[in-house]
């Protein structure tokens, strides 16, 4: 039997770039309940760390808006128009919804 490398490991690389996404889509279907969207890295750290305080799990999914002066990419400044949409699992909705909104009550 005449095996082609070449064939066979462009095969193995197209079946990793399918396989890694779908892994990492099942990992986190369960974060689907939007709790905020912070706009730019102060927001997200702060909330993210409000967060932590509480050990709430969260997933984060980046939003970049090219519309903006070095949108495009994320470099010198563009970190300013960064949108993260922050995800947790509806059974840690409202634990998310007390760290995140009245935390300074709590402090």
């Not at 490398?5 to 309940?33: E, G, N, Q």
């Not at 905020?36 to 799990?57: E, I, M």
């Amino acid at each position: 039997m005449d095996w082609d490398l070449p064939l066979i490991l462009t095969v193995l690389v197209l079946a990793i770039i399918v396989i890694l996404p779908l892994i990492s889509s099942f990992k986190d279907r369960s974060y689907r309940c939007l709790i905020y969207s912070a706009l730019g890295n102060d927001d997200y750290f702060k909330v993210t760390q409000r967060l932590k305080s509480k050990a709430v799990p969260y997933r984060t999914k980046v939003i970049i808006d090219s519309s903006h002066p070095g949108g495009g990419s994320i470099q010198s400044g563009a970190q300013d128009y960064l949108q993260y949409d922050i995800y947790v699992q509806k059974k840690d909705e409202y634990r998310a919804n007390n760290a995140i909104h009245h935390y300074d009550k709590i402090r």
